[in-house]
Nanobody, 121 residues
Framework: QVQLVESGGGLVQPGGSLRLACAAS????????MGWYRQAPGKQRELAAS???????NYADSVKGRFTISRDNAKKSVYLQMNSLKPEDTAVYYC???????????????WGKGTLVTVSS
């Protein structure tokens, strides 16, 4: 019904950069807030960054100044530019959106399947 597909994960050395992308499709009328969550092994999922429909952004303190979130409404996509990566950034990164469904105007949310980011020497 609503699909989120992430890309851009991989292995990178400490201090390196990576750019994640997420494209949404399916039964979507309007997308509200879009965000990137991450989950490291044995830890709870946490919000890394989010961006509203009017481009207001919010970042976790741990990524502030290093990560930049952006969106392209025409492409129904959200991006996460990750710079100065640290081993502590290693996690599965999940795309998340709040949306209104086209078929019945229901407000709901949706998750991607995740993309693995590994920061290691």
């Amino acid at each position: 019904q609503v699909q989120l597909v992430e890309s851009g994960g991989g292995l990178v050395q400490p201090g390196g950069s990576l750019r994640l992308a997420c494209a949404a499709s399916g039964d979507i009328y309007t997308i509200y807030t879009m965000g990137w969550y991450r989950q490291a092994p044995g830890k709870q999922r946490e919000l890394a960054a989010s961006i509203t429909s009017i481009d207001n952004t919010n970042y976790a303190d741990s990524v502030k100044g290093r990560f930049t979130i952006s969106r392209d409404n025409a492409k129904k996509s959200v991006y996460l530019q990750m710079n100065s990566l640290k081993p502590e950034d290693t996690a599965v990164y999940y795309c998340h959106i709040d949306l209104m469904r086209y078929s019945d105007f229901e407000v709901m949310d949706s998750w991607g399947k995740g993309t693995l980011v590994t920061v290691s020497s």
